[in-house]
């Protein structure tokens, strides 16, 4: 469930955009403004404004946000003003070939996507940076953990919610006798597995494993990998056990400890407002007994706090 709140009566998009010139307009920029229209429009009003923007001004409202915002502010806003996939495309694209490459951030987005939404992505990272997400993948990524990501970009999945239960006990056989079982690992069965079977899957295969073998699939995975491999096979398997957990668990490391990683935490927040952020937020709570709000309001400050503020939307 999203957190987005949309005003029960909007103004056009044609009345956002001449709201937003104004907010530039002048000796400095009315970041308040900015925040209270772009934070308070789904993807669909926001492209409408882009629209409107474009054809009244003759300039890019991406770009004018860019020369007129600064800091984590603009970092967050310019993300947010696309639409999810192309987000998540932008988010790849920078994580990939930016001045600090963030292959931790890149695997997170593409081991948490379904295969659907990673087709989408994959066409949109093409058809903007005029470059295959595999080849960035290939160049920046190695060994197993490189293996991993472009076979889980490439194979087909199923999405839906049924399971064949003889498949499921093969799979955590072949998982235990892959890893614990054996002396070293056979790195080759994890990433067949976990590239090629859906969520339901094998959510299905860490239960059959934990019943079998009296060990979690979780720590199976711990054991027998390490680095960046072992980060996008625990990012697979817990966003298809728990999918909110797994972004408040996320959440909670962007912020634990001294100083913030302000670019996971921006990341997190933009890319699930409009998806999953209520649920999200009720694991955040359960799991370490403070609001998911409070949290980032402590961490943040200014504008930039009260954007990402009404990205996660009030507490119920």
Not at 61 to 74: H, M, Q, T, V
Not at 135 to 143: E, F, L, P, R, V
């Amino acid at each position: 469930m999203a957190t987005l709140t949309v005003p029960p009566v909007l103004s056009s998009p044609r009345q956002d955009a001449i709201d937003l010139y104004k907010a530039f307009k002048g000796f400095g920029c009315d970041s308040a403004k900015v925040v209270s229209i772009l934070a308070h429009r789904d993807a669909a009003q926001r492209a409408l404004i882009q629209q409107e923007y474009r054809a009244m001004y003759s300039q890019e409202l991406i770009e004018r946000l860019s020369s007129e915002l600064s800091g984590n502010l603009k970092k967050a806003m310019l993300l947010w003003i696309h639409d999810p996939a192309a987000r998540d495309a932008t988010v790849l694209r920078q994580a990939l070939s930016g001045d600090v490459i963030d292959l931790r951030g890149a695997t997170e987005v593409i081991c948490s996507r379904t295969p659907s939404q990673i087709q989408t992505i994959k066409q949109i990272y093409h058809a903007r940076f005029r470059t295959y997400l595999e080849h960035d993948i290939n160049y920046q990524a190695s060994g197993d953990h490189q293996k991993l990501l472009l076979a889980y970009i490439t194979r087909p999945r199923y999405e839906g919610p049924e399971v064949d239960h003889a498949m499921v006990t093969h799979d955590a056989k072949h998982l235990y006798k892959a890893g614990e079982k054996r002396f070293g690992t056979d790195e080759n069965t994890f990433i067949h597995v976990f590239s090629e079977r859906s969520s339901a899957h094998l959510a299905a295969v860490a239960r059959s494993y934990h019943q079998a073998y009296d060990n979690s699939l979780e720590k199976a995975v711990k054991g027998e990998t390490s680095g960046l491999f072992e980060f996008a096979l625990l990012t697979i398997l817990r966003c298809a056990e728990n999918p909110g957990k797994y972004f408040a668990k996320a959440l909670r490391k962007a912020m634990k400890g001294l100083g913030t990683n302000d670019t996971a935490l921006i990341r997190v927040v933009v890319t699930r407002a409009e998806i999953d952020m209520q649920y999200i937020k009720a694991e955040y709570h359960k799991k370490y007994h403070k609001q998911l709000s409070e949290a980032i309001h402590s961490e943040t400050s200014a504008h930039y706090r009260t954007f990402l503020l009404a990205l996660v939307g009030p507490n119920h």
